[in-house]
C-alpha cells in the first residue's frame, strides 16, 4: 500500500524572494502527523528569486542534502567551503558540531529551484563535513543511479544515516521497478513530470511512503518526462 502526501497539501510560504513548499512540518508549518518519515526529516522544494537567498545560519547535528533542478546555488559556509551547486551535482552538508553556511541564487538574471533534504544522522555531534558529486543524465536514464548513501559506494555523497538514496529520469512510457529490500522502508518523491506508481497517478511534488511489509515493490511508468527520487530507509 501507498501513502501518498499529495503536493497540494504540503505546508506553503511565500516570502517574495522565497516560495517554498514542505513535505513535512519545518518552520512556521506544522503539522503532528507530518514530522518526517523514518530518519527523513524535511524535503523542501524551494524557489530562489534572482540575486537573493538565505542569510547566514547554523545547522547542529543533521545530514542536509541539497539538489538543484534549475539554476544554480551559490554555498559558502564556516567550514572554508565555497561553491556553485548547478543542475546534476548533489551537495551534502554534515552539520555534526555545528556549522554555519549560506545559500543564495548565484545569478543575477534566473530563478533558482532546488530542493533541500534533511536526513537525521545515526551519531550526534561529529565532525563537520562536506561533499559535492555530479552525477550525469545518463547515470540516471530509465534506471536508478545511486547519489547518497552511508558508504559513499558507486561515487555516491556518504552520509552519516542507513539511508541510501536513488535518482533517475524517464521519458513517457519507460518503467523502472524497484524492489524494496526486505525490512525496509522506501520514500518515493516526484521531482518533475508526471509518474504512474503502482497504477497511482503521482505529479510534481506528491511523496509516497511505503511501510514494512505492505509492498515488495515499486513499478514506476513515466507518464511524460519525470524525474524522481527514492529513499532507502532502516
Known sequence: MLNIRKAGERGHADHGWLNTYHTFSFANYYDPD????????????????????FPTH????????SYVLEGALEHRDSMGNGSVIRPGEVQRMSAGTGITHSEYNHSKEDPLHFLQI??????NEVIPSYEQKFFTDGEKRKQLCLIASSDGRDGSVTIRQDVNLYAALLECGEEIVY????????????????????????????????????????????????????????
Open 179 to 234: 524492489r524494496i529490500p526486505h525490512n525496509r522502508y522506501s520514500w518515493l518523491q516526484v521531482v518533475r513530470g508526471n509518474l504512474l506508481v503502482n497504477g497511482q497517478h503521482l505529479e510534481q511534488g506528491d511523496g509516497a511512503a511505503v511501510s514494512i511489509g505492505t509492498l515488495d515493490r515499486l513499478t514506476v511508468s513515466g507518464r511524460d518526462k519525470a524525474e524522481l527520487l527514492i529513499f532507502d530507509l532502516s
Open 118 to 123: 534533511w536526513i537525521m544522522p545515526e551519531r
Open 58 to 65: 547554523p545547522h547542529q547535528n543533521m545530514e542536509i542534502i
Open 34 to 53: 507530518q514530522m518526517g518519515f523514518r530518519a527523513l526529516r524535511v524535503i523542501n522544494e524551494d524557489r530562489v528569486q534572482k540575486g537573493t537567498g
